[in-house]
């Protein structure tokens, strides 16, 4: 069974860090692409980023581009999102999803809220 | 940037037809992809590839994508069905993912 899970959610200042994780497991985690998706509350979903199955390529949304870096361990099962300059629209529930697009397997959600 | 339009709301009778549109320029020629979500849940695959059922997903659950508009259709509504559905595709020019801004469906 293939299962999804984030963590590293929670409440951050204006302008600080949060390092995000999802650990994969049920599939061979090192041949597909992976995404993030977020979702602000009461808000519908956007797509942030994701990064081919080497870590060679990522892309990333425009209001996130220079301040969330994508990464991944094949070896550990892991994809990391590092957001740095947090915003208080980054406020927003942040799903990791398998594949570039469809997404057939999503992660339970982390929350990420930015305050002060 | 390609944006993708959804109507904000649909009310539907049990047993009806259900239709929820995704419009994009020249949608017809990329692969559109629908998701479902209930409140406080992930979201969940329902159609891919325009018309494709993933496993485990009902036979009422059917799509299409021609020219300017894709559509879901579910017929023979349910109360279970009632969801926001979002509709989605991959923007090659652009390299980004692309959700439409979703539809809130309601079984009156």
């Known amino acids: 069974e293939v299962q999804l899970v984030e963590s590293g959610g929670g409440l951050v200042q204006p302008g600080g860090s949060l390092r995000l994780s999802c650990a994969a497991s049920?599939?061979?985690?090192?041949?597909?692409?992976m995404t993030w998706v977020r979702q602000a509350p009461g808000k519908g979903l956007e797509w942030v980023a994701n990064?081919?199955?080497?870590?060679?390529?990522?892309y990333y949304v425009d209001s996130v581009k220079g301040r969330f870096t994508i990464s991944r361990d094949n070896a550990k099962n892991s994809l990391c999102l590092q957001m740095d300059s947090l915003r208080g629209e980054d406020t927003a529930v942040y799903y990791c999803?398998?594949?570039?697009?469809?997404?057939?397997?999503w992660g339970q959600g982390t929350l990420v809220t930015v305050s002060s | 940037s390609y944006v993708l339009t959804q109507p904000p709301s649909l009310s539907v009778a049990p047993g009806k037809t259900a239709r929820i549109t995704c419009g994009g320029t020249?949608?017809?020629?990329?692969?559109v992809h629908w998701y479902h979500q209930k409140p406080g849940q992930a979201p969940v695959l329902v159609i891919k590839?325009?018309?494709d059922r993933p496993s485990g997903i009902p036979e009422r659950f059917s799509g299409s994508n021609s020219v300017n508009t894709a559509t879901l259709t579910i017929s023979r509504v349910e109360a279970g069905d009632e969801a926001d559905y979002y509709c989605?595709?991959?923007?090659?020019?652009?390299?980004?993912?692309?959700f439409g801004g979703g539809t809130k469906l309601t079984v009156l």
């Open positions: 020249n949608i017809g020629s990329k692969s």
């Open positions: 989605q595709v991959w923007d090659s020019s652009s390299a980004r993912g692309v």
């Open positions: 049920g599939f061979s985690f090192s041949t597909y692409w």
């Open positions: 990064i081919r199955q080497d870590g060679g390529e990522k």
């Open positions: 590839y325009d018309r």
């Open positions: 999803a398998r594949d570039m697009v469809p997404f057939e397997s």
